[in-house]
């Protein structure tokens, strides 16, 4: 019998960028009918490329046993990462990129290769802010996250 299948629709938002971040995952789980979770979250400083990591990896960490997990972002950086092996390359170089700069968002980048370890993953990008209702979800979470924490702190 194979893994469960997961979808996971994950987004992030800054404003500005750099400033405060929010992060959002929809996870739907396509063979048990009616089966969908929803996470969110904000950081007072951050970047729009760690929101998008960081809603990728709260939602892989999340899973609860090994599956098939598909993920949807309107981040090029992230798939690409992954399904053009960027990652496979920094890695060889010691967390350098080809111009033998530090990689940007390392700590993030070593947490999510961890988190995909125990799954088959996949990655998918879709257009954001598009007809796509889940990532337009998973953006609509991330901005709430974002204006709640903004609210908290008086920005």
Request: with cysteine.
């Amino acid at each position: 019998m194979s893994p469960p299948l997961v979808h996971i629709y994950c987004d992030g938002a800054c404003s500005p960028n750099p400033g405060l971040g929010g992060w959002g995952a929809v996870l739907i789980a396509p063979e048990r009918a009616g089966y969908r979770k929803e996470l969110s979250g904000a950081e007072p400083d951050s970047t729009n490329n760690r929101m998008e990591l960081t809603g990728a990896l709260v939602a892989l960490q999340s899973l609860k046993m090994a599956c098939r997990v598909q993920v949807f972002t309107d981040s090029q950086y992230l798939r690409n990462a992954f399904e053009s092996k960027w990652l496979d390359k920094w890695q060889r170089n010691g967390w350098r990129t080809s111009d033998k700069k530090p990689v940007s968002n390392a700590d993030l980048w070593r947490e999510l290769l961890e988190a995909t370890r125990a799954h088959e993953v996949s990655w998918h990008w879709v257009r954001g802010h598009s007809d796509d209702v889940e990532n337009n979800r998973a953006d609509a979470l991330a901005v709430a996250a974002r204006l709640e924490l903004a609210a908290r702190l008086g920005r």
